[in-house]
């Protein structure tokens, strides 16, 4: 039950960022260039919840995120599980206690979630390769992200190990003889 309800919350905030997205930082982008929350989203859920449920509500919300914005179907979806996928691995291997490594890990996954997807458009649709542009969407989208890890910081560790009590508490059950 207790499972249910972190999802259904996942949900929730899915489509809450997906509204922030699309409207509030339409307003605040620089040099045209909005934050990826999915990306930091995506982080998030891998960190705390693991890589099943990582994997699984990436795809889906990548998916879903093609489904209304995507030129194409499938790369969202992708990018984000192998984020998902990506959360777990440096969960086990990092600690989440610290803003800076925090800031570290939202670097890489942005910088993996956009180069993904820009190889994808190249060879998929033909787009050409102009890495100057590149860079500064790049670069942009990156120091977005980390000031919003940076402010956001306290609510995501909080929501993070609530998350965490539910998806990874090891129930361990005693004999006494």
Same mark, same amino acid.
């Given at each position: 039950m207790?499972?249910?309800?972190?999802?259904?919350?996942?949900? *929730?905030a899915f489509f809450i960022i997906y509204?922030?997205?699309?409207? /509030?930082f339409s307003w605040f982008t620089i040099a045209k260039i909005k934050p990826s929350l999915f990306v930091i989203f995506? @982080?998030?859920?891998?960190?705390? !919840? %693991?890589?099943?449920i990582g994997i699984t509500l990436g795809f *889906?919300? =990548?998916?879903?995120?093609?489904? @209304?914005? =995507?030129?194409?179907? =499938?790369?969202?979806?992708?990018?984000l599980a192998i984020i998902g996928f990506l959360g777990?691995?440096?969960d086990k291997n990092f600690s989440k206690e610290s803003r800076i490594t925090m800031i570290l890990m939202v670097? %890489?996954?942005? /910088?993996?979630? &956009? *180069?993904? &997807?820009?190889? $994808?458009?190249?060879?998929?649709? =033909?787009?050409?390769f102009e890495l100057y542009s590149f860079l500064k969407i790049l670069f942009? &989208?990156?120091? $977005?992200? !980390?000031?919003?890890?940076?402010?956001?910081?306290?609510?995501?560790?909080?929501?993070?190990y609530?998350? &965490?009590?539910?998806?990874?508490a090891k129930s361990i059950l005693t004999r006494y003889f």
């Open positions: 207790k499972k249910t309800l972190a999802i259904i919350c996942l949900i *929730v509204f922030l997205q699309a409207n /509030f995506a @982080l998030f859920i891998g960190l705390f !919840s %693991g890589k099943k *889906v919300f =990548g998916t879903y995120l093609d489904l @209304l914005i =995507g030129r194409t179907i =499938g790369i969202s979806g992708i990018l777990d691995y440096l670097i %890489g996954s942005t /910088f993996l979630y &956009e *180069v993904g &997807e820009y190889i $994808y458009y190249i060879f998929r649709l =033909g787009i050409q942009v &989208e990156t120091i $977005y992200n !980390s000031i919003i890890v940076i402010i956001l910081y306290p609510i995501i560790q909080k929501a993070g609530a998350l &965490e009590n539910t998806f990874k």
